[in-house]
């Protein structure tokens, strides 16, 4: 008796098997994604809790929260009397004794780069996709590292009026001073602590950094309106959120101009977009500091924020304007519906 020899492959049968595979993968990678991002969401979600927890313990060691930068008007221009941002100064409760110990308060970041080029982890978003040093030193490589979780420094001005006495925002946070729980006449579970910001994002000026305005600006509505107001000559190597030692609203802070994730493009003369914020004059400049600073994320369809309550939300692009900037004033009185 013979035996049949086993019948191969043939060509169109190889291929019918390749094409189901590739359709089995094509079905599983966007699964797997989902499964990924929803990983990264809730590990952004912690980073922010740890963030929440921190706000309290300082708040109970320092009867108030950290301002975030400190200026004094000197008669013809702004000084800057402590430049480190409120971030830097929960450090202890975050874990980071150790780092907090090494910084003198009393010099500037710049002067200290052993603190500024640090990476912090619990400052960055797993889905950050410009995790990097920023800026160059010669002993540490970067000068700088970037942050994902910014203070709420309230709808549109940040500090005002700095020749006559300096008027601040209407955020959780401001310079030049921290608020005490009876501040928060909104109550901690409707105001806003902090919101996811994006790494690199361009920055835009105004016209001149000595523009005091009377009577003030209204609050841009749109995109396009914050837009018009970026009128200072854009320079691409200009970011925001790349120094978390800084207490300036553009590297540390964010805005409720406009609801999380709304686009401000910019496109140069070369034809390349850029998504920017518009900060017309930083804190440390003698003009009034108003400020596009948006919360971005690198999620799907929204931000995580940290409520003064120390609860986590994620709040979807979809937020009415007028709740978005209700949760972000300490004493509005205003009706959050969202």
């Known amino acids: 008796m013979c035996c049949r020899g086993r019948r191969a492959f043939t060509l169109i049968e190889l291929l019918v098997v390749i094409a189901i595979i590739a359709v089995l993968i094509g079905l599983l990678l966007p699964a797997v994604q989902k499964v990924r991002e929803a990983a990264s969401r809730i590990k952004c979600a912690n980073n922010l809790k740890q963030l929440g927890l921190a706000l309290h313990g300082y708040m109970d060691a320092n009867n108030g929260l950290p301002p975030n930068g400190n200026y004094v008007w000197s008669g013809s221009a702004v000084t800057t009397t402590n430049a480190w941002s409120g971030m830097a100064r929960i450090l202890p409760f975050i874990e980071q004794e150790n780092l907090f110990r090494g910084i003198d308060f009393t010099t500037s970041y710049n002067a200290q780069p052993g603190i500024s080029s640090k990476r912090v982890g619990t400052f960055i978003c797993s889905s950050e996709i410009n995790d990097r040093g920023f800026g160059t030193d010669p002993t540490f490589g970067n000068k700088h590292w970037p942050i994902n979780y910014a203070l709420n420094m309230g709808t549109w001005p940040v500090l005002t009026a700095k020749a006559a006495g300096m008027q601040s925002g209407n955020g959780a946070f401001i310079p030049n001073r921290g608020f005490k729980p009876g501040d928060f006449t909104d109550g901690f579970s409707n ?3 902090m919101s996811e910001v994006k790494a690199f994002t361009n920055r835009m000026s105004g016209a001149s950094n000595a523009t005091v305005y009377s009577p003030p600006p209204p609050v ?35 805005t409720s101009v406009l609801t999380p994730n709304t686009a401000v493009i910019h496109t140069d003369y070369a034809g390349t977009k850029y998504d920017v914020n518009v900060v017309l004059a930083t804190e440390s400049n003698p003009g009034d500091t108003y400020a596009a600073v948006t919360s971005r994320s690198f999620h799907p369809g929204g931000v995580n924020t940290l409520l003064m309550d120390g609860s986590v939300r994620f709040i979807n692009n979809t937020i009415t304007l007028t709740s978005w900037r209700a949760m972000s004033t300490r004493s509005g009185g205003e009706v959050v519906i969202d």
């Open 220 to 254: 841009p509505a749109t995109a396009a309106e914050v837009l018009a107001l970026g009128t200072g000559t854009f320079n691409p190597a200009s970011f925001c959120h790349v120094e978390w030692v800084d207490g300036k609203v553009h590297e540390t802070g964010f």
């Open 191 to 193: 105001t806003l602590a």
